[in-house]
């Protein structure tokens, strides 16, 4: 779900600069000039940053706490745009997170904004979710033994991919087994989201103990286990990757492309920047021996050196690469050159994941 902004401000230059700094950051960006007409917009719109010019005190104290007292907002992070000079404590008490001084630094803004999206991000995740790709057995009201594939796991919840039609606040019972893991689980829980793509988020309810330990302990192994794998090269696997242009489609010539058997998909993954430990969750789609391209609203810039990790029941692929082209707010394209046998017999393996999951779906 990609993050949404609003900029409350009638300085039209600074709105320019805001709106291309949360373009570059992946957020889409709205601007309104009046504060009476944002506050009218707030029951309607869900906003996960809102920027509130303090010029007129009296206005933006009334639409900051307008804000906070929104159900839809209550969780925003708020960003005062305050003029030099002005005193940081007294705006913090009307309710803001963050403060941006005017005239407006398009570096200082983007750290501010940058920070901002951390925060929400933060607040949306609560806690670590490991990407895996894993099928899965459901029933819910009218339906027993539905198809599924786990594309996500938290403490708290799971991710899964499905055709069925899950309804909103719908009971479901999971049986699947964790990745590394013979013996299988079963949990009960409730369908909070729901995207067009059959993507579905699903909050446990009613966890017994024994299982939640099981979950918490997962979970921070597979954490340390990235960290350990990140931090000695020697682990990694070495895959140069190079990735596509358009979306999904491989940038090799036409005859190469049609020797390249390409598998339309739905992985979970993560993504690491080869200078940073922080993970980017994503997914990967219209995968083959040469290529893939990655879906998400955070792209990196081209010519970005990353590494993709992918989990299944079976294997841990890391993938280490390059950004060759960018989409921006729907993904990047990549392209790979295999130099070893264990190299390609890994993307293989990737593959038969694919192949697996869109007979699941089917």
């Known amino acids: 779900m990609a993050l949404t902004s609003l900029i409350v401000c009638a300085d039209a230059e600074a709105v320019q600069v805001l709106t291309h700094i949360f373009h570059d950051l992946g957020i889409e960006a709205a601007n309104c000039a009046d504060p009476s007409v944002a506050k009218e ?97 459901i029933a819910y009201a009218g339906k027993e033994d539905a198809a599924a594939t786990v594309v996500e796991i938290s403490e708290t919840g799971i991710g899964i991919q499905t055709l069925d039609n899950l309804p909103r606040n719908a009971k479901v019972y999971f049986h699947f087994a964790l990745p590394g893991q013979d013996a299988a689980i079963q949990l009960a829980g409730e369908v909070m989201w729901r995207a067009a793509s059959g993507r579905v988020g699903v909050r446990f309810v009613n966890v017994p103990q024994t299982s939640k330990r099981v979950l918490q302990q997962w979970v921070e192994e597979q954490a340390t286990a990235d960290s350990g794998s990140r931090s000695n090269p020697e682990s990694n696997s070495r895959i140069t990757v190079r990735f596509s242009t358009g979306l999904g489609l491989l940038s090799a010539s036409a005859p190469d492309r049609r020797n390249l058997l390409r598998r339309t998909c739905c992985i979970g993954a993560e993504i690491y920047r080869a200078d940073g430990s922080v993970p980017h969750r994503c997914t990967l789609s219209d995968l083959s021996t040469g290529g893939c391209y990655v879906e998400t609203t955070e792209p990196f810039p081209e010519g970005t050196v990353l590494t993709i990790v992918v989990r299944t029941l079976d294997l841990k692929v890391c993938v280490a690469g390059k ?40």
Not at 43 to 49: K, S, T
Not at 67 to 81: C, D, E, G, H, K
Request: glycine share 6%.
């Open 41 to 137: 917009r707030l029951p309607e719109n869900r906003f996960d940053i809102v920027v509130v010019d303090c010029r007129n005190e009296t206005s933006s104290t009334a639409l900051i706490s307008s804000i906070r007292n929104s159900p839809l907002q209550r969780n925003s992070v708020i960003v005062a745009l305050v003029k030099a000079g002005s005193r940081a404590s007294e705006t913090f008490e009307t309710g803001a997170n963050l403060l941006l001084y005017k005239p407006l630094s398009r570096e200082r803004a983007f750290h501010s904004l940058q920070t901002a999206k951390g925060l929400v991000r933060r607040e949306r995740r609560g806690k670590l979710r490991i990407p895996v790709q894993v099928p899965a057995s």
């Open 323 to 362: 950004v060759q082209s960018m989409n921006r707010g729907y993904g990047m394209g990549v392209h790979f050159n295999l130099s070893t046998e264990h190299e390609r017999q890994q993307v293989e393996q990737l593959l038969a994941c694919a192949e697996q999951n869109s007979r699941i779906n089917r």
